[in-house]
């Protein structure tokens, strides 16, 4: 069964700090998508990332990078010069394929609170 | 930019009555979802919906949820006889294609509350 594993439940930081979410995860698939998403106060979910399982290159948008390393099962998201609104819960998913459709499994998610 | 919309946004209930959520998938989309966050866990799979017909589902949807494409815009989530555990934030979601080839898109979320 597909699993995710965000260890990290909360996290607080002082504005312009790095910091970095954990993502572990567990899957029998050979071919798998990884994704992150933002959870902000107001309760929507936003897609920030989709990687998928052989594309191991890092990535970087603007202040935001991810560490994809596939022999240890991670997918590691770091912010840097965080600010107060990147406040949100962070959550960790892996896809699975079906017949038809698929669905994603979500970790617990990690609560990131920047404080000014 | 399209977007999923979700209504209502909340909605609250007497444990036992029947409650409809609605959504509007994108135009284009052929995968239609349902998932569920119970308040402070995280966010869990309920069904999936494609070609006018349920292609998966988990455990958590059990005889007391449905799903619907009534015509070719709504995609509904009925909930026959509510029960306090219901209250949960629902999101609806559509993709393009299968998730991973596609990007999934997310409804802002129906927050439903059963007294």
């Known amino acids: 069964a597909q699993k995710v594993t965000q260890a990290q439940t909360e996290i607080s930081v002082v504005e312009k700090e790095d910091v970095t979410l954990d993502c572990v995860y567990e899957t029998r698939d050979t071919t798998y998508y990884l994704f992150w998403y933002k959870q902000p106060p107001s309760g929507e979910l936003v897609f920030l990332i989709r990687?998928?399982?052989?594309?191991?290159q890092n990535e970087i948008s603007g202040r935001y990078s991810w560490n994809f390393q596939k022999s240890t099962s991670s997918f590691n998201f770091t912010i840097t010069a965080s600010q107060v609104v990147d406040s949100a819960v962070y959550f960790c998913a892996l896809s699975e394929l079906l017949t038809s459709g698929s669905r994603l499994t979500f970790g617990e998610g990690t609560q990131l609170t920047v404080n000014p | 930019e399209p977007e999923v919309t979700q209504t209502p946004s909340h909605q609250v209930t007497q444990m036992g009555q029947e409650v409809i959520l609605r959504c509007v998938p994108i135009?284009?989309?052929?995968?239609f979802y349902w998932y569920r966050q119970i308040l402070g866990q995280k966010v869990e799979f309920l069904v999936s919906f494609y070609n006018n017909e349920i292609s998966e589902k988990s455990e958590i949807f059990d005889d007391q949820f449905s799903v619907e494409r009534p015509d070719g815009s709504n995609f509904t989530l009925k909930i026959r006889s509510t029960k306090l555990e219901d209250s949960a934030m629902y999101f609806c979601?559509?993709?393009?294609?299968?998730?991973?080839?596609?990007?999934?898109?997310f409804g802002e979320g129906s927050r439903l509350t059963v007294l």
């Open positions: 135009s284009n989309h052929l995968y």
């Open positions: 990687r998928n399982s052989f594309d191991e």
């Open positions: 979601a559509s993709s393009e294609d299968r998730v991973g080839t596609g990007e999934l898109f």
